[in-house]
């Protein structure tokens, strides 16, 4: 290592000595016990995401013996069912076929509820409610990993969601966030593709692509618009 | 002999025994790399514990312990800088400190506070490097695997790192600047 390195090192190393370190907020205990939490929700949450598929097929299955009788609208209600919110689901598969059907189409062509601001409380950064409906308009991600994982509190019900994804072999970062309504977003950053866009609960949403590489076209990043466009109107 | 519930629940402990040692010997290491990535402590300690609360939840298949401090960086790194990218909790790009005068060589404690302020003033990504190159030790390669950057950016981004500590640090940081 060179000698001005080296000094470098000890300058760093010394930049925060131990009498200048505070006491520690967290304890193994609290890890564990936080660990434990965040695991048994994402289990709740793969529970219930299991069920609102069931409840999606449920609306295909009672859909099917309409375009039996050869009604050309019920073979388009199974293709529409899944874009349906799940919180209409089970409403459409209570009926009769031809009701359902009827159901599963206002589903399709009314818009869901906007999502809104969040709870609020300390919980994963990664919105599997934002990542849910991102998905809907970027099929491409459904896989993706989620950027490292923290956890943050939210206090004005911000919601957050980063990906890394691939886009024709460039690697970068995929973000989405949702602001509540009377907080404004930053300015971009420079390198990154964003695109910002009010949203039907008052908030904002915008959607940010960064490559990995600087100077390399950000993944997605000639689709951040059209996603935004889509999350708008949802969130 | 042991049923093999038996031996989960053994296994389990260990696994918990394990983590509960690592935690111990790393936690104030941790936290003060977290703290040189965001110069504030009450974030340095979101940041630790939320990066000691995934390598929990990971525990178990992390089979290379020898990996284990290059996986937490790797987490708390990308945190940092991730969140540093956040709209609600961006981070004032306001007026960087006052340059520093030269210090006197046996006024450490200043020395230190000056160092600290100014990382504050270099921007995360290039800070996050210095950090790793400096701090952590790593080298150019080491620093890019954990970044997931290529070794000329790492170059750069030090360089560019080190200018802008320059900027702050003034004649101060001529004793500590690396060669090259």
């Not at chain 1, 907080?183 to 692509?209: I, K, M, N, Q, Y």
Request: glycine share 10%; charged share 25%.
């Amino acid at each position: 290592m060179p000698m001005d390195e080296k000094r470098l090192t000890e300058a760093f190393r010394a930049a925060v000595p131990d009498e200048s370190v505070p006491p520690a907020s967290f304890d193994h205990a609290d890890v564990v016990r936080t660990s434990r939490r965040v695991t048994a929700r994402r289990r709740a949450a793969l529970a219930g995401g299991g069920l609102a598929v069931l409840a999606v097929v449920g609306i295909g299955v009672a859909v099917l013996p309409g375009s039996a009788g050869g009604g050309g609208s019920s073979v388009a209600a199974p293709a529409a069912a899944p874009q349906a919110p799940p919180a209409a689901a089970p409403q459409s598969a209570d009926g009769a076929p031809g009701v359902a059907a009827e159901d599963a189409r206002e589903a399709a062509a009314a818009p869901a509820p906007p999502l809104g601001p969040g709870t609020g409380e300390c919980a994963d950064r990664q919105d599997p409610a934002l990542r849910a409906i991102v998905e809907q308009a970027l099929p491409e991600v459904a896989g993706a990993p989620e950027a490292a994982v923290t956890l943050e509190c939210r206090p004005g019900g911000e919601r957050g969601l980063a990906l890394h994804v691939v886009d024709a072999g460039v690697a970068g970062l995929l973000t989405v966030d949702y602001l509540p309504p009377g907080t404004a977003p930053g300015s971009p950053d420079p390198d990154t593709e964003r695109t910002t866009a009010p949203t039907a609960s008052g908030g904002t949403v915008t959607v940010t692509a960064r490559s990995d590489e600087p100077g390399a076209l950000p993944p997605y990043g000639q689709r951040v618009e059209e996603l935004a466009g889509f999350l708008a109107p949802r969130l | 002999m042991t049923g093999p519930d038996e031996r989960d629940r053994r296994v389990d402990e260990a696994a918990e025994h394990e983590f509960a040692e690592y935690f111990r010997a790393r936690r104030d290491a941790v936290r003060r790399t977290a703290f040189l990535l965001c110069g504030d402590w009450h974030r340095a300690d979101d940041h630790a514990q939320s990066a000691f609360v995934a390598l929990h939840r990971h525990w178990r298949r992390i089979h290379d312990r020898n990996a284990l401090d290059a996986w937490m960086r790797r987490t708390l790194v990308r945190a940092v800088v991730d969140e540093s990218r956040r709209p609600w909790r961006r981070e004032r790009a306001g007026e960087p400190p006052e340059p520093a005068s030269a210090p006197d060589a046996t006024d450490a404690v200043a020395t230190r506070h000056a160092l600290v302020d100014a990382l504050r003033a270099v921007p995360p990504r290039q800070r996050a490097v210095l950090v790793l190159r400096f701090l952590e030790g790593l080298d150019v390669a080491g620093a890019a695997a954990v970044l997931g950057c290529s070794t000329g950016t790492v170059k750069s981004q030090t360089a560019h790192g080190l200018a802008a500590l320059r900027a702050v640090l003034g004649d101060a940081l001529d004793d500590l600047r690396p060669a090259g």
